[in-house]
């Protein structure tokens, strides 16, 4: 938001360059992003107002914070007691004002300037306004634009022989209600939005933008100026739903001042008679359903040293609060008052003042944090998050660290065909005010978010990339209300060129689909669960997926599955080689691997329990089995088979060969294993070994259909 130096001279006395109130706002936590010097000597200063500083939407809010950081007076504004511009009571019926909706409008006050001639503003009103960016439209309207910009509460001007009545009532919109607005537009109001009416009809949306039928125009000679509090909430639903933003809107949603509506009336007032002629009425119609309330909150003076980090002064502190307009009772020095804590009063216009450690921000920012020492905290004890899998998701994400994978983080906005492209049997959770046409819909997956970051560093020369992202991924609701939304957490990781750096004593080899599966079950295992990666079956027990035939490429993808301690096997995710289509769609020429875990689905699993046993003290004995197994049938199975089958004997299983021949039975291939056995207590013996094997040979032949290709050779001991 942009705000005129010389417009803030108006409230403080300043002799500092741009610069260094620049700097002097930033450290009072309102970080100044540009400075524009002029031509005449003046500068811009643009500043970042966050939304729960709706106070420093106005000249005069930035002006007491420059008071404040440079320890100066301010100036009181102008409208506050002293502009009361008065007439004798005219003939013509002062509107009636009536609230029907409190619980949305606070407050309500009109002022009436009769006897304006409307035209264009002066130069020096005209060019204010263009300083900060804002067009002049005619003396009317660039006087109530002034005392908004000025004093930072919306000002509306109605036309007062419009009105009809001439009435005001403040109450919500009927069924099927429309208003035609100041930009032309006709717009259809809900039920229970809040509008402003006359007698007859609606004539403005209330804190988001007035009618056209009661606009002032060249013809208008009475005005009737509006200046209201309004329910944040009421307004920000409001300005959504009909896709209408304005200055206004955005103050109000935010929150407005309650007690500076009679003030911004009168400062407008006397700017439009200054710039328009005419005569205002002495007196303001002003309706409040509910009476003034004063905040007010205790401050410790220990508590405050505790969360600052260092010991102030009472005084300091009274002081810091005084100079930011609070009012300070109590304290040290005063007989009978507990000289541990002030009682502090809250200016209505800081909404964002709720709690004692809001004020402690408050001393603190005013005595600069540069001043507070810096020092490590106390931690007392180890601490822990109890959030449920915690640590099981910080163990995966410590083994793809270990890994050299990265961590991205991504933005929770889709497109709709991202999502079908990874989960098309979901339906994505529409945005009703998405910031962006590619992205409006919440994520399903992590996977188009994480592939926009690979094909970001792809694209710019890096082309060997290893990312992984944990987030929360969004749905609808199975059996819920269609309102529901249900949120996941999930994994997801990325792989991408070599997978190491080329060396002298080593050739370089890109990534394939058993680094990405080697990868994952290395992170399940660390993390305390057993894990296999077994392809998608067709009646869907296994893996199944729709998803593997659009975006993945199903020659090269397979599921992932953990087994429970009770021997349930369980679907967490899919990995495999992203489909070529999908690549270009990502806008990535190079092959990429990618795998995705519902890390939900992951933490319900029981961990097995960490057993530790003693080195071996007795050698093992390795054995090579040939076989001839039917084509497709996965390693993991045949690895289970014969771990099942010599469960205390078993200590590896090693698949180093695959043999394809002609020669071989139509629909097999030739894996060839390497079997470690070992006794704990003894060395085992040959016969005990060849038992062993024959063991595991019949349990293959019965379960799998597995034969022997050839006799075993002795692998050494």
């Known amino acids: 938001m942009k705000f005129a130096l010389s417009w803030i001279r108006e409230f403080v006395e300043i002799g500092e360059p741009a610069g260094e109130i620049a700097r002097r706002l930033t450290d009072a936590g309102l970080p100044v992003e540009t400075v524009t010097a002029l031509a005449d000597g003046d500068a811009v200063l643009d500043v970042e107002v966050f939304p729960n500083r709706p106070d420093a939407l106005s000249v005069y809010g930035i002006a007491r914070e420059v008071a404040a950081a440079l320890r100066r007076p301010l100036a009181p504004y102008a409208a506050a007691a002293t502009a009361r511009p008065s007439v004798a009571p005219s003939a013509t019926p002062r509107p009636s004002l009536t609230i029907e909706a409190p619980d949305l409008c606070g407050r309500y006050s009109a002022l009436i300037v009769r006897g304006v001639s409307v035209g264009p503003s002066p130069d020096w009103l005209a060019c204010r306004l263009l300083s900060v960016g804002l067009r002049p439209v005619n003396n009317i309207v660039d006087a109530t634009n002034h005392a908004l910009w000025e004093f930072g509460h919306p000002l509306h001007a109605f036309d007062l022989d419009t009105l009809k009545g001439p009435a005001i009532r403040v109450r919500r919109a009927v069924a099927q209600e429309s208003i035609r607005t100041l930009d032309g537009q006709m717009r259809k109001l809900e039920a229970g939005m809040l509008v402003i009416g006359d007698a007859d009809r609606g004539v403005a949306i209330a804190g988001v933008m007035g009618g056209a039928d009661t606009m002032v125009t060249g013809a208008t000679t009475s005005i009737l100026l509006e200046s209201a ?50 005569m205002a009425d002495p007196v303001a119609l002003d309706e409040r359903p509910r009476p003034p309330q004063t905040r007010k909150l205790t401050l410790r003076v220990s508590r405050t040293a505790r969360v600052i980090g260092a010991a102030v002064e009472p005084a300091i502190i009274a002081a810091a609060l005084k100079r930011l307009e609070f009012t300070v009772s109590g304290g040290p020095g005063l007989r009978g008052a507990d000289p541990d804590q002030f009682e502090v009063g809250v200016p209505s216009h800081r909404l964002d003042i709720e709690r004692e450690v809001d004020l402690i921000e408050e001393v603190a920012r005013s005595i600069g944090y540069d001043q507070v020492p810096e020092r490590l905290p106390n931690i007392a004890g180890s601490g822990g998050v109890s959030r449920a899998g915690h640590r099981v998701e910080q163990l995966l994400r410590r083994g793809l660290e270990s890994a050299g994978c990265s961590e991205a983080v991504t933005g929770s906005f889709s497109t709709a065909a991202g999502v079908a492209a990874f989960e098309p049997a979901i339906t994505p959770v529409k945005l009703a005010n998405p910031i962006a046409a590619d992205q409006d819909v919440l994520r399903a997956g992590l996977l188009p978010g994480l592939l926009a970051s690979v094909a970001h560093n792809v694209n710019r020369g890096r082309r060997d990339v290893r990312l992984f992202e944990i987030g929360q991924v969004f749905r609808r609701g199975d059996d819920a209300p269609p309102a529901h939304v249900v949120e996941t957490r999930s994994l997801a990781v990325a792989l991408t060129g070599a997978v190491r750096p080329a060396h002298w004593q080593e050739r370089s080899r890109e990534t394939g689909f058993y680094d990405m599966k080697g990868l994952m079950t290395s992170i399940l295992d660390e993390a305390g669960l057993a894990a296999s990666i077994e392809a998608p079956l067709a009646d869907g027990t296994a893996g199944s997926d729709p998803a593997l035939e659009s975006a993945w490429d199903p020659g090269r993808s397979a599921s992932i599955v953990c087994v429970t301690p009770y021997g349930r096997r369980v679907v967490v995710g ?25 890390l939900t689905v992951v933490f319900a699993i029981p961990g097995r329990a960490m057993l530790f046993h003693p080195l071996p003290r007795y050698p093992a004995v390795s054995r090579d089995l040939s076989l001839i197994v039917k084509t497709g049938r996965s390693f993991a199975e045949l690895e289970r088979v014969i771990r099942e089958a010599a469960p205390d004997r078993v200590v590896s299983v090693t698949l180093f060969d695959r043999y394809e021949s002609a020669n071989l039975p139509p629909g097999t291939e030739g894996l060839s294993l390497n079997v470690v056995y070992q006794h704990p207590d003894r060395t085992l013996a040959s016969e005990e070994v060849m038992e062993l094997q024959q063991r595991i040979l019949e349990s293959l032949a019965g379960r799998l259909g597995v034969v022997l290709r050839e006799q075993p050779t002795a692998g050494g001991t």
């Open 229 to 278: 509090h309004f329910d944040p909430v009421s307004v920000r639903r409001t300005s959504r739903r009909l896709g209408l933003s304005t200055d206004a809107s955005y103050r109000f949603e935010r929150g407005a001042d309650i007690e500076a509506t009679v003030t911004a009336l009168r400062r407008s007032a006397e700017l439009i008679v200054k710039v328009a002629g005419g």
């Open 574 to 598: 899919r990995l495999g080689a992203l489909a070529r289509a999908s690549g270009s769609q990502a806008d990535l020429k190079q092959e990429v691997f990618v795998a995705e875990m519902d």
